[in-house]
Every structure is written in structure tokens, then in C-alpha cells.
């Protein structure tokens, strides 16, 4: 996946990681490919800022542990995290099924036969009072 393409979503992405349980910085590196079905392969680089921002806007909280033997910084979610996360959910609904109804092929209605267009179209005409067909009748009489 191109890198543009997370550009203004990759908050959400790491919050939604962070839901239902705290992470350390590779767990959530791991947590994106996984739930990407591998498309999303981001680097430290990427990853770490943005969990230092989010820490700082309050969204995330951070705390040292030990991890397989070794000291991590863990991350979890705070209850405002929580709120933008719901937020960020519900925007993103929005503008799927806003970009979707455009881009999305609409199903089209089914086309009318021809024949039965033409059978029934003499009996409209004489049932809105056209007087087409009454004017062919008396244009073919013999005079």
C-alpha cells in the first residue's frame, strides 16, 4: 500500500491498534501487518513519532515494562483516546460510503424488450386519449 494512502490516517490506525489492550512499539508494528493482512508494513520511523504525538495530545499513555526479558515502552489507550478512536470510526464510515456511492458502479435497471415496448405501446396511447392511432385509422380509409 502506498504510503500516501495512510496520510491523515494513521492516528486512527495506531489507536485502533492500541484498542483492548497496550502494545509495545514492535507489538504494534506487528498488529498492523497482521490486521492488514500484511499490506500495511510500516517502519519504526513512522511508528514512534507518532505514538510521541499521540502521547503528547493525551491520546495514548506510556509506561516502561519488561517484555520477554527486556524493557519496553508499552503503550495503552486513554479514555480520550477512546473518543477520538469512536470519532475517527465514525468519519471514516462516512467517507467510505460517500467516496463509494461515487466510485462504486450503481446497478443499473433492466432494459426494456423492444417487442413488448411496442405492444403496449398503442394501448397507453389510447388510454391517455392520444389520437394518433385515430388519426392513422381515418388517414388509411378510402375516401
Same mark, same amino acid.
Given at each position: 500500500?502506498?504510503?500516501?494512502?495512510?496520510?491523515?490516517?494513521?492516528?486512527?490506525l495506531?489507536?485502533?491498534?492500541?484498542?483492548?489492550?497496550?502494545?509495545?512499539?514492535?507489538?504494534?508494528?506487528?498488529?498492523?501487518?497482521?490486521r492488514?493482512?500484511?499490506?500495511?508494513?510500516l517502519?519504526?520511523?513512522?511508528?514512534? =513519532?507518532?505514538? #510521541?504525538?499521540?502521547?503528547?495530545?493525551?491520546?495514548?499513555?506510556? &509506561?516502561?515494562?519488561?517484555?520477554?526479558? *527486556?524493557? %519496553?515502552?508499552?503503550?495503552r489507550?486513554?479514555?480520550?483516546?477512546?473518543?477520538?478512536?469512536a470519532?475517527?470510526?465514525?468519519?471514516?464510515?462516512?467517507f467510505?460510503?460517500?467516496?463509494?456511492?461515487?466510485?462504486? =458502479?450503481?446497478? #443499473?435497471?433492466?432494459?426494456?424488450?423492444?417487442?413488448?415496448?411496442? &405492444?403496449?405501446?398503442?394501448?397507453?396511447? *389510447?388510454? %391517455?386519449?392520444?389520437?394518433?392511432?385515430?388519426?392513422?385509422?381515418t388517414?388509411?380509409?378510402?375516401?
Amino acid at each position: 500500500m502506498k504510503a500516501d494512502a495512510l496520510r491523515g490516517h494513521l492516528d486512527a490506525l495506531l489507536l485502533a491498534v492500541l484498542d483492548g489492550e497496550p502494545r509495545h512499539g514492535y507489538a504494534i508494528i506487528e498488529a498492523l501487518q497482521e490486521r492488514s493482512g500484511g499490506s500495511l508494513t510500516l517502519p519504526t520511523g513512522t511508528v514512534y =513519532p507518532a505514538l #510521541r504525538r499521540l502521547e503528547r495530545a493525551g491520546y495514548v499513555e506510556s &509506561a516502561w515494562s519488561t517484555v520477554g526479558g *527486556r524493557e %519496553r515502552r508499552t503503550y495503552r489507550l486513554t479514555s480520550a483516546g477512546r473518543k477520538v478512536l469512536a470519532e475517527e470510526r465514525s468519519a471514516w464510515q462516512e467517507f467510505t460510503a460517500t467516496i463509494g456511492a461515487v466510485l462504486l =458502479p450503481r446497478p #443499473r435497471p433492466p432494459r426494456p424488450d423492444p417487442d413488448q415496448q411496442r &405492444a403496449v405501446q398503442p394501448a397507453t396511447a *389510447r388510454r %391517455r386519449g392520444c389520437r394518433a392511432t385515430e388519426t392513422h385509422r381515418t388517414a388509411s380509409r378510402p375516401a
